[in-house]
């Protein structure tokens, strides 16, 4: 992969064309989301690529939102519920901008018209504006999510925050979400890849 399309962007991609490298995301270029689907993912066919999400939630004059890492749960009816990732502007006295988990719903998950973003906010983050982080502070920089059907119909979903993440669970189909706390790693905790029994 090129160093500017990875998973840690370095600064100098956000800000300038790198030679060989996709163009930087902004207003005028937004990370815009898209699907296809096939019933058979080895030897089928896949549908051509649709967007559902343009790039910007349409508020704070079409402020890019970043691409979304869209999880979401199909349901038999059609309908999709699911999560999505999403920068939002500065918050004053707090940090540049920050970013959040937000709910997506779709009457007909291959009709992109039908997909509903909302707007992503602080306020609107299925984390919560005032969720206490370890610190002291507040989450702000959650992505990633992954999003899953449990046998009785409750949704579950695990987020991350760098070296921080954790479990939230549904009952009323994405309406709310409860928070079962975090799970750290770090260098006196590390992730993954442990040797002990």
Same mark, same amino acid.
């Given at each position: ?117 909302? /707007? *992503?906010?602080? $306020?609107?983050?299925?984390? +919560?504006?005032? @969720?206490?982080?370890?610190? %002291? &502070? ?17 949704? /579950? *979903?695990?987020? $991350?925050?760098?070296?921080? +993440?954790?479990? @939230?669970?549904?009952?009323? %189909? &994405? ?23």
């Amino acid at each position: 992969l090129g160093v500017c399309v990875d998973g840690s962007t370095p600064d100098r991609c956000k800000h300038a064309q790198v030679p060989g490298q996709p163009a930087p995301f902004t207003a005028e270029n937004p990370a815009t989301s898209w699907m296809a689907w096939t019933t058979d993912p080895i030897d089928g066919e896949w549908s051509d690529p649709v967007m559902v999400y343009n790039g910007t939630d349409g508020s704070n004059g079409r402020v890019p939102t970043s691409d979304t890492n869209l999880a979401p749960v199909i349901y038999p009816n059609g309908s999709l519920v699911g999560l999505w990732r999403g920068v939002y502007p500065g918050i004053p006295n707090v940090q540049g901008k920050g970013g959040g988990i937000f709910t997506v719903r779709a009457t007909n998950w291959k009709d992109p018209t039908t997909y509903d973003f909302g /707007h *992503a906010s602080l $306020h609107n983050s299925i984390m +919560g504006p005032n @969720l206490p982080a370890p610190n %002291g &502070g507040t989450y702000l920089d959650e992505e990633d999510p992954h999003v899953w059907l449990d046998a009785k119909g409750r949704l /579950h *979903a695990v987020v $991350h925050m760098f070296r921080l +993440g954790g479990h @939230l669970a549904s009952a009323d %189909g &994405g309406h709310s979400w409860r928070w079962y706390g975090p799970v750290t790693c770090g260098a006196s905790k590390p992730c993954g890849n442990s040797t002990d029994a």
